[in-house]
């Protein structure tokens, strides 16, 4: 009988570290607080759905790690896992939490390439770091700069599993990028999809070669189906 490979998750040199990063998340929260100290609720909303303030957004959280919750960690895993991903494109790296967990999926289904976003250099290094700790850099190319201009080329021919928590605002046009070489069965998750409408319309819209539908408090799971 063979012997399946351990969880990467539970490994001894990823589970602690993730440990770590999430703590350290959490005790961030006051840098994302203190970015935001003049800003008004409006303008912070209006912020994060435009299409050219994001990157006065960002600018301000470049110290803040900005990580998906444990369960969205976890339900990054397990879709990884369960789709037997071997190709995964994610758009917004941060410090690498997300990425981690992708990265550890791609490892037990037996390899594969992880295409990660980030276009701060200071973030993009966090990451590079963290997964070089978790034993994981070997899967994962991390492009640096604007995404619209990184995903334009050299993507899989047939991507398993896409990822966007970046700019909201630029989840259609990331989309776009990425459409023509989604396998029928891939799945898309977006975090804080609530803020990208546009996205939500497309996604939502009858005809339009997707199954969409909100998952749990901030995640929207969409399948390709044709």
């Known amino acids: 009988m063979t012997t399946p490979p351990m969880a990467s998750l539970a490994i001894t040199s990823l589970a602690p570290l993730l440990d770590r990063l999430f703590d350290k998340d959490e005790a961030a929260r006051g840098v994302t607080r203190a970015a935001f100290a003049d800003v008004t609720d409006a303008d912070r909303a209006r912020m994060m759905r435009s299409k050219t303030a994001y990157r006065d957004l960002y600018g301000r959280l470049k110290d803040a790690p900005l990580a998906v919750s444990r369960e969205t960690g976890q339900l990054l895993y397990m879709l990884a896992r369960s789709s037997g991903a071997r190709a995964i494109v994610e758009f917004g790296t941060s410090f690498g ?102 996205y939500l319309a497309r996604v939502r819209a009858p005809g339009s070669g997707y199954m969409s539908t909100p998952f749990a408090e901030d995640v929207e799971l969409t399948v390709r189906i044709n």
Do not use: W
């Open 97 to 198: 939490i997300s990425t981690l967990h992708l990265a550890a999926g791609l490892r037990d289904n037996g390899g594969g390439r992880l295409i990660t976003c980030e276009f701060e250099p200071s973030k993009a290094a966090h990451a590079r770091e963290n997964l070089t700790a978790g034993g994981l850099i070997d899967l994962v190319d991390i492009r640096e700069g604007d995404a619209l201009e990184t995903l334009q080329a050299d993507l899989p021919g047939m991507i398993d599993l896409v990822l966007l928590d970046g700019a909201k605002a630029l989840y259609p046009e990331v989309l776009d990028l990425v459409e023509g070489h989604l396998r029928p069965g891939a799945i898309i998750v977006a975090d804080n999809a609530d803020d990208s409408p546009d």
